[in-house]
Nanobody, 122 residues
Framework: QVHLVESGGGLVQAGGSLRLSCADSGRTFSSYAMGWFRQAPGKEREVVAAISRNAVITNYGDSVKGRFTISRDVSQNTVYLQMNSLEPEDTAVYYC???????????????WGQGTQVTVSA
C-alpha cells in the first residue's frame, strides 16, 4: 500500500527557493517511479518532474528545466523537489504521485498525495 504525504509548501517571494518533500509511509517506495505535478486555478494538471525507481532517469517539464531538481532517498522513503528561482507562474498546488514509470502524463500514476500549496509573490 502506498500512502503519500507532501510537505514544504508555503509563500515565497519571486526569486526564492522552496523544497517540497513527499513521504511514503508504505514499504513499497522503491518499487515505484515518482512524479511531481502541479495544478493552478483554472488550468490543467501538468507534470513538473519525474524520477525512475533507481533515480537514473529524471524528466522535467519545460517550464521548470534548469530551476527545479527532483531527487529521492530510498532510506527515508521520500522524494524531494528542490525549487529555485521561483516565479509567480509557479504558484499552484503541487502533488506527488507514484507509478510504474517516470511518465509525463498524470494518467500513468496510481497513487497521489493530497497536495501542498506553493504561492510565489511578485
Amino acid at each position: 500500500q502506498v500512502h503519500l504525504v507532501e510537505s514544504g509548501g508555503g509563500l515565497v517571494q519571486a526569486g526564492g527557493s522552496l523544497r517540497l518533500s513527499c513521504a511514503d509511509s508504505g514499504r513499497t517506495f522503491s518499487s515505484y517511479a515518482m512524479g511531481w505535478f502541479r495544478q493552478a486555478p483554472g488550468k490543467e494538471r501538468e507534470v513538473v518532474a519525474a524520477i525512475s525507481r533507481n533515480a537514473v532517469i529524471t524528466n522535467y517539464g519545460d517550464s521548470v528545466k534548469g530551476r527545479f531538481t527532483i531527487s529521492r532517498d530510498v532510506s527515508q522513503n521520500t522524494v524531494y523537489l528542490q525549487m529555485n528561482s521561483l516565479e509567480p507562474e509557479d504558484t499552484a498546488v503541487y502533488y506527488c504521485a507514484a507509478g510504474p514509470r517516470p511518465h509525463g502524463s498524470s494518467g500513468f500514476y496510481d497513487y497521489w498525495g493530497q497536495g501542498t500549496q506553493v504561492t510565489v509573490s511578485a
